[in-house]
Structures are given as structure tokens and as C-alpha cells.
């Protein structure tokens, strides 16, 4: 698959589950995050914002989401977004309930709950 169709994929994945609470586990470097996540609807960022040009595209989830911060506490995640960067996104599985899938600078595995 091309990197827009596994885009497309993984946008279809998530309107499936839309309503639900998505686990969403994120390695990058030598951290990893876990975020438990209710997805409520699906936004896209395209490279050529007119707003800021730093940002890359990405996946926006909108939703409800909480992560535990170093001393295990739980913290809600910031604007109820969550971003999905999609420059050199790969699905590498996907399953009704199970997608993982790697882009340029993490590793994404996301769980419906």
C-alpha cells in the first residue's frame, strides 16, 4: 500500500470505532506513552496549513483522552486532541480490533477497548 492509502486506511479504522475508547500506545526514542483515548471524531492537517507552516500533517482525534505523567498520575490530554503525524505513515497489521502501524518518528499501536 501507499503511504495516502494507509492514511486513508487508518482514518477508516478510526470512523469505525468513533464513540469508543481507543488505546493508543506511542513509542518514540526510548519513551513510551499510553493513552486512553474516546474518540469522538477525526480532523486532518495537511502539510500546507495556512496558519502555521512548521506543522506537519497529521491525524487530529478529537476527543477525551488521559495519560499517566511520570509519577502515575492521570492527566487529561491537552485540547482534547490527539495527532497522529502521517508524513511516511505504514500500517504494518491491522484487524477490527488492532492497528499497528509506524511513521517517521514513532511506533503507533492502537487497541479499541
Do not use: C
Not at 478510526?14 to 480532523?43: A, W
Not at 482534547?80 to 504494518?92: K, N
Not at 509506524?102 to 499501536?109: H, K, L, S
Amino acid at each position: 500500500m501507499t503511504e495516502t492509502n494507509d492514511i486513508q486506511t487508518l482514518k477508516d479504522w478510526l470512523n469505525k470505532h468513533k464513540d469508543n475508547t481507543i488505546i493508543i500506545e506511542k513509542k518514540e526514542l526510548d519513551d513510551t506513552d499510553i493513552v486512553h483515548f474516546t474518540l469522538s471524531d477525526i480532523d486532518e492537517r495537511n502539510e500546507d496549513n495556512e496558519i502555521d507552516d512548521y506543522l506537519e500533517s497529521a491525524l487530529l482525534l478529537r476527543g477525551e483522552g488521559v495519560t499517566q505523567n511520570a509519577d502515575g498520575e492521570e492527566v487529561q490530554v491537552p485540547r482534547d486532541t490527539y495527532e497522529i503525524i502521517t508524513h511516511d505513515l505504514r500500517i504494518d497489521e491491522i484487524s477490527d480490533s488492532r492497528v499497528q502501524l509506524n511513521t517517521e518518528r514513532a511506533a503507533y499501536t492502537l487497541t479499541t477497548k
